[in-house]
């Protein structure tokens, strides 16, 4: 158990419609990390806050966004849904305490599954 | 930037060794990290390397020479619970840039 949860673990919905994703990090990490990774695909960086902040930001389309609320709990918001947003959104959290650079491991959560029909 | 390349597929026998090459290009190094992925299931970390050298940690071990751009990690005495994914990462403006990874097929 990483510490970090992601709720909701699995979720199937339909073209067009919304869904937010849901990350707590682990207790004492300021930092928040989303990725993406569709089938057979690496690990694709989306978006990271610090301490509330967005920090990063990658190649996250215009329908989705994120935010880190004062809990440090994150929220990954993704609308106007198409096929092939189905994959697996990982959350990860890490102190995030070395200035520009990640220096200490990442924690990932064990992933939200989204299909998309 | 930040490239990351490494193999796609490698399989070997339950009791070997296997090495993972990664290469990478950055305009500034921050260290190198190897994750283990299980298909469907979260990255677990591995290692982190900072300087050039080996670093062994049980049946894992790895590598890292910051002046040819290269990493690789090695894996001991393999059992089928190896069978997995294996991603190099690189630091950067605040993220992980994650290689595709190299799926390890243990067989028996």
Redo the contacts between chains.
Sequence with gaps: D?GVTQTPKHLITATGQRVTLRCSPRSGDL?V?W?QQSLD???Q?LI?Y?NGEE??K?NILERFSAQQFPDLHSELNLSSLELGDSA?Y?CASSDGTSG????????????S?LTVL | GQNIDQPTEMTATEGAIVQINCTYQTSGF??L?WYQQHA??????LS?N?LDGLEEKGRFSSFLSRSKGYSYLLLKELQMKDSASY?CAH???????????TTVTVRA
């Design positions: 990483s930092s990390y990725y695909q690496g690990l960086f990271q610090y920090r990063a990658g697996l990982f520009t650079t990640v220096t200490g491991e990442l924690f990932f959560g064990e992933g599954r | 921050n260290g990290f469907g299931e979260a990255p677990t970390f982190y900072v991603l630091p950067n403006d605040y993220k992980l840039s994650f290689g595709a990874g």
